[in-house]
């Protein structure tokens, strides 16, 4: 899962920058990466996914696009007749890179909704939610955010996207007190989680899938609790562009949602419903 490097560089909180305009119905600005047809005035829009993030997004053994997100986009795309979508996967820097050349008229791989990213591109509604738990030593008795009432994570860059999922917690929270320190630069999580297992800090706010990824390197075994938390991700584009499609694609994602569409999905790439566990914490109405 790629989503540390997204949510934690400078470079990813701007990961769109200088897409062209498009133009729909409507709209007078029209991308060089868009093309609508001659019959029926159908907008093809190019959509971009990472190469290497599975399951959300990531090539398959021909090299072609598969995972949850595309399964999104296909189920948004049934829905809308004046639009079709093309799918292209590319390795993340590439991707970033095309993003910003206009090659491509949309981004999307599990990026969180961040007041950065809301000033630079337009966001839209969040289409589904990635979940954190916290890293705390085996004997803790920490298991919920409430737990670290008066206690200290261990420090996050404010650009991370785990920054702001906290921050919103304890606005939503106000009766619980925790201290976030802040860093200019992201430590690895490996030291973390070893400031957690030294004593310095009370937990680390992390995804298990992230503490799943360097556990066999610490050389000494933590808990992670059950999730605690988490946030909407969201599809990027230009804050340029009209906002027809961003509208057109927000509605259908609510109406999925709803009528539990996306809860098939999720089941089928996560084996849990994320919209239901995303209800339980409070961020899905």
Known sequence: MSFYRKAVSAAATAVIVGLGAFGMAGCTKVSDSQSASSDGGVTTIN????SNDKP???ADENGDPAGFDLDVLKAIDDKLDNYTFTYQVQDYDTALV???QGKYDALIG???ETPARAEEYQLSTPYNYYFMNLIVPEDSPINTLEDLDGKSVAPIVPTDGRYVAIENWL???PDVKIDV????NQDTFQNMINSVHDGTYAAV???KDQYDGVKDALGYSMKVTDVVDGAGTVILYNKDNATSLKDDVDAQINALISD???SDLSNKWFNQDNYEIARNLGLLS
């Open 205 to 207: 706010y992390l995804s």
């Open 260 to 262: 539990g569409t996306f």
């Open 110 to 112: 599990a990026f969180f």
């Open 171 to 173: 606005k939503r929270h």
């Open 98 to 100: 095309g993003i910003k």
């Open 56 to 58: 959300y997004s990531y």
């Open 47 to 50: 959509f971009v996914l990472e």
């Open 181 to 184: 320190p802040t860093v200019s």
